[in-house]
């Protein structure tokens, strides 16, 4: 008898966020790659199910729902979770079916991951609906989740620290890694021409919230006397005059700031690649995704100094208090750059989702 792991890979058919999206898609080929004698996989989608350019290879099943993604995530927020079945169910995310079950007697196990606790740690940064949506989903989690997937021990840590017991004791941390593929293209000085960007920068990603600290990242490059651009990734959509402003306040020029949206894999590489450091000014305790793919490219990372940056970049990032940036930068631009590249590659060895994929069928077996 083959045993199915169904993975939620509503990120597909509908992203709302191209990390978790290629996260879904990296961790579901790498399930499939792994999978252990006996198991296959499978997906459940919204409407309209996943298209050629979604599709996954080696998939053995696909649960295609009535309703598209909103209206999914309204009724699975509410507990209404029709045409699902029983068996072992598997989120990259926070969105999952989330209803009483038997896990014993029904052989029915759900399985979530969170990757950020931004509705805990700066609530009043998110829309009001949105912070309340996701209190309201940590409260399912808690109630009818049977594992609850963190990407860090530091995460996991901060969960204690406001979630309920209950939720605690459910925690498994499987860490993260750069999205499948990731690696400089060919024609990187083609994409970076195409974005409008130069050869030559240092980056950094974020936008106007306070937490993202842009304005730390600024006066870091200020300090550390880099003459040169700058390039902001990862700017929300409408963002960029504030971006401009507060580069401005740090007395940037305007004509030295780029501003960029959420690039795919291959524009993300290219710009990386040419970094001359990344600056990961960010203190919540998010999983970095782009320090993380700066470590995959070995360009030097500069980061504030926090137990969850310390935990992911270990000893491949110069850091410094968020007050001390431009010291940390200086040294990654200079007399460190050397050292801090080859750490960065040395480090980046330890993500990979296969093992992130064999841990979670460890941890299916475990439930």
């Known amino acids: 008898m083959t045993v199915t792991l169904r993975v939620v890979l509503d990120q597909l058919v509908a992203p ?20 252990p004698r006996g198991c296959d996989v499978g997906a459940i989608v919204p ?9 996954i290879e080696g998939l053995s099943s696909e649960t295609r729902l009535a309703v598209r993604r909103r209206e999914l995530a309204a009724s699975w927020q509410l507990g209404v979770a029709p045409g699902i079945g029983k068996g072992l169910i598997h989120s990259p995310t926070a969105l999952a079916p989330l209803v009483r079950h038997d896990r014993v007697n029904e052989t029915h196990q759900i ?29 399912r989690v ?21 979630a309920k017991a209950k939720l605690v004791k459910k925690v498994r941390v499987i860490g993260g890694a750069p999205a499948a593929g990731l690696r400089v293209p060919s024609d990187a000085v083609g994409r970076l021409r195409a974005l409008d960007l130069p050869t030559t920068f240092v980056a950094t990603a974020g936008g106007v919230a306070a937490s993202d600290d842009l304005a730390g990242a600024f006066a870091a490059v200020v300090a ?10 990862d700017v929300p959509e409408g963002e960029e005059p504030g971006v401009a402003d507060i580069a401005a306040a740090a007395g940037l020029s305007e004509a030295r700031v780029h501003a960029r949206g959420s690039l795919d894999r291959w524009d993300r590489a290219a710009v990386l690649s040419h970094a001359a450091a990344f600056i990961a000014p960010c203190a919540r305790t998010d999983w970095p995704w782009r320090a993380v793919d700066a470590l995959a490219l070995a360009v030097p990372v500069v980061a504030v100094d926090t137990v969850a940056h ?52 460890a941890l299916h077996a475990e439930l």
């Open 47 to 55: 409407a309209p199910g996943l298209a050629d350019d979604q599709a």
């Open 111 to 139: 399985v979530v991951t969170l990757w950020d606790l931004r509705a805990f740690e700066t609530p009043d940064e998110l829309p009001k609906t949105e912070s309340l949506a996701a209190r309201a989903l940590l409260s």
């Open 16 to 35: 709302t966020s191209r990390d978790l999206a290629e996260a879904s898609a990296s961790l579901t080929e790498a399930l499939i790659a792994t999978a």
């Open 310 to 361: 310390r935990e992911v970049l270990a000893d491949a990032a110069a850091y410094a208090p968020a007050e001390a940036l431009g010291e940390a930068l200086a040294r990654a631009l200079g007399a460190e750059a050397e050292r801090l590249r080859v750490l960065a590659g040395d480090r980046a060895k330890g993500f990979a989702w296969g093992a992130a994929a064999e841990r979670v069928w």
């Open 142 to 162: 808690a109630k009818h989740a049977d594992a609850v997937i963190v990407p860090t021990h530091a995460m996991a840590d901060r969960l204690a620290e406001t």
């Open 224 to 233: 550390a006397g880099w003459d040169g651009d700058v390039v902001v990734l």
